[in-house]
């Protein structure tokens, strides 16, 4: 029998993630490539009920947790995830402004360091050209 409920993938990537097991870990266990569960939790993947069995039981829950279709956990597991994922959003943006920042500061340093070295080679043209006059 394959199984195959809407939310089943993402009930199996949100309690692999609230257990802290990576993906890795998982395919090890089932004998397979982290890509292959990859797709498991990315919903292209279709279940037997053995698998099922399986992976619940990796994550220490009843197989029916990840089969029923209960509207209300299933929308609080949303949110969980989607809190989750706008606090990671978040973070990375902070970081990409940071590092931009960063750039920028590094770009004026650097133009900084260009005009002083143009300015030190027109004054040593200028020494030489002296230097050259006096001699």
Do not use: C
């Not at 029923?68 to 943006?93: G, L």
Request: net charge neutral.
């Amino acid at each position: 029998m394959i199984f195959t409920p809407l939310e089943t993938h993402l009930k199996i990537a949100y309690l692999r993630k609230e257990k802290k097991l990576s993906q890795t870990e998982i395919a090890e266990i089932l004998g397979i490539s982290q890509n292959a569960y990859s797709r498991i939790e990315r919903g292209e993947t279709k279940l037997t009920i053995d698998r099922i069995k399986e992976i619940a039981t990796i994550l220490k829950v009843p197989y029916t947790e990840l089969i029923t279709n209960d509207k209300n956990e299933f929308t609080a597991m949303y949110q969980d995830i989607s809190e989750q994922h706008e606090r990671e959003k978040e973070v990375i943006e902070n970081q990409l402004k940071d590092k931009n920042k960063y750039i920028k500061e590094l770009e004026k340093t650097i133009l900084d360091k260009e005009m002083i070295i143009s300015l030190l080679q027109e004054k040593i043209k200028n020494l030489e050209k002296a230097n050259s006059q006096n001699q």
